[in-house]
């Protein structure tokens, strides 16, 4: 059995050309860092937006926490875990360190 969706076709562009007198249409928020987004966006808006011309994972159009981000250095992936006893949580940790794990989430005192 198919659901039965009616088929819409918003029609936004129009109604914002034709409100565009509203002012919550003309008016930009701001985010938490205060970067102003705008309700509609046009074309003349990307005439001067400079990453167009960029291709993502060339510099500075990066994904990462760090300034060269992940092409020099890898994904960290971490496990968090814990042992019934120090020697083998010691041991565990070690053994993953080893063979080049970067990085430790050490459970130290979970409820038993």
Same mark, same amino acid.
């Given at each position: 059995?198919?659901?039965?969706?009616?088929?819409?076709?918003?029609?936004?562009?129009?109604?914002?050309?034709?409100?565009?007198?509203?002012?919550?249409?003309?008016?930009?928020? $701001?985010?938490?860092?205060? @970067?102003?987004?705008?309700? &509609?966006?046009?074309?003349?808006?990307?005439?001067?937006?400079? $990453?167009?011309?960029?291709?993502?994972? @060339?510099?500075?159009?990066?994904?990462?926490?760090?300034?060269?981000?992940?092409?020099?250095?890898?994904?960290? @992936?971490?496990?968090?875990?814990?042992?019934?006893?120090?020697?083998?949580?010691?041991?565990?940790?070690?053994?993953? &360190?080893?063979?080049?794990?970067?990085?430790?989430?050490?459970?130290?005192? &979970?409820?038993?």
């Amino acid at each position: 059995m198919k659901p039965d969706f009616i088929s819409l076709t918003p029609d936004f562009k129009n109604t914002a050309t034709k409100d565009s007198s509203n002012l919550e249409l003309n008016t930009a928020w $701001h985010t938490n860092e205060q @970067i102003a987004v705008k309700p &509609l966006y046009r074309a003349i808006d990307l005439e001067k937006v400079e $990453h167009l011309d960029y291709l993502s994972g @060339i510099a500075p159009y990066l994904r990462g926490p760090y300034p060269s981000m992940y092409v020099q250095r890898p994904w960290t @992936i971490r496990q968090y875990a814990g042992f019934s006893t120090a020697e083998e949580s010691n041991a565990f940790y070690r053994r993953n &360190l080893a063979m080049g794990q970067k990085g430790l989430s050490i459970a130290f005192d &979970l409820a038993t």
